[in-house]
């Protein structure tokens, strides 16, 4: 099989083609690296993988058969689709559309990389696929949520039009290793904090809930869609939800970090609540999640700690 990652160096993106290779896939990997970093694939240097630095957002032309188009790149973060206003929107977009061209090209299976976020603020708890959620278009998170609604309305347009095999994934929050120091998401900004001693940061009152997923998980459940035979969007993520408070204290607690809590006003149109049904996951994949949250912070704080260490301008770790 010849795989095309869009967004392969970035958190997702890059364990993703690592799986890949690891069931025999020839990976091509397409970055422009806006939020990527070459970092996160330089040990799949040796193995078939090849990295072709690009912007999706003009025409994607691979040499060539392909066998999957898997479409990942997009900026992901709040601080960097809020930086990136009009990127974000773009490769949600022309990104998608020339993904998808590609994959209709090379009559190639196709599956896009979409996102809890459609849901928005949910009024419904937890959330099927069915729900059409509740989103502010117009809102400083818009320009995240309704690209990736975007993107789902184009890759069925495809699937009818083309009869393009299309899957959509609907990621819930993910974390593990390779996410950066300064992401901005919950997982990586309370260890980097709490890892250096400094006041750890909740936005709101702390009571808003999330569902964590370690990123091995998430990757089996999208390696599992990819085979499947469904069209539908399948949400892949962990049910078991807890507030940002309880994470913010199980990180504090796990490092032995000497940090407190400071609580700020909440973000515009963030989410009270985020918890999927994975009933569909369960029942077409016969995917549910394996690592508990404790067992993947634990990883994920061995990978933190090796990154704070080794940047030359980062605080002192405690002894």
Request: glycine share 8%; net charge neutral; proline share 6%.
């Amino acid at each position: 099989m010849r795989t095309v990652v869009t967004g392969a160096a970035g958190f997702i993106g890059s364990h993703l083609s690592e799986a890949l290779l690891d069931r025999g896939h020839s990976v091509i990997g397409v970055d422009n690296l806006l939020t990527g970093d070459l970092a996160n694939v330089a040990h799949l240097r040796n193995r078939d993988f090849e990295f072709v630095r690009h912007d999706v957002t003009r025409h994607i032309d691979i040499e060539g058969p392909v066998d999957f188009v898997l479409h990942w790149a997009s900026p992901a973060s709040p601080i960097d689709y809020l930086e990136l206003p009009i990127q974000t929107m773009k490769v949600g977009s022309l990104g998608t559309h020339n993904a998808l061209g590609l994959a209709l090209h090379k009559r190639a299976r196709f599956v896009l990389a979409s996102t809890s976020e459609v849901y928005g603020d949910p009024l419904e708890h937890p959330q099927k696929e069915t729900y059409w959620g509740n989103v502010n278009p117009l809102g400083p998170r818009g320009v995240y949520d309704e690209a990736k609604r975007f993107a789902e309305a184009m890759t069925l347009a495809y699937h009818r039009t083309h009869g393009i095999d299309t899957k959509i994934v609907r990621i819930f929050n993910t974390y593990g290793p390779r996410m950066r120091l300064h992401d901005g998401r919950a997982v990586p900004a309370f260890m980097s904090q709490a890892l250096t001693d400094e006041d750890v940061t909740i936005f709101g009152d702390g009571t808003q809930t999330r569902s964590f997923t370690y990123v091995s998980d998430l990757v089996d459940g999208i390696l599992r869609l990819m085979d499947a035979d469904t069209n539908d969007p399948v949400n892949i993520g962990n049910p078991h939800e807890v507030t940002i408070e309880q994470i913010a204290r199980t990180i504090i607690r796990m490092v032995g970090s000497r940090s407190t809590l400071v609580y700020r006003p909440l973000p515009v149109d963030d989410p009270k609540q985020r918890r999927p049904d994975i009933t569909r996951a369960r029942t077409i994949l016969g995917w549910e999640p394996k690592i508990g949250l404790e067992e993947g912070l634990l990883k994920t704080v061995a990978y933190f700690k090796a990154k704070l260490e080794g940047r030359p301008e980062g605080r002192p770790l405690r002894p």
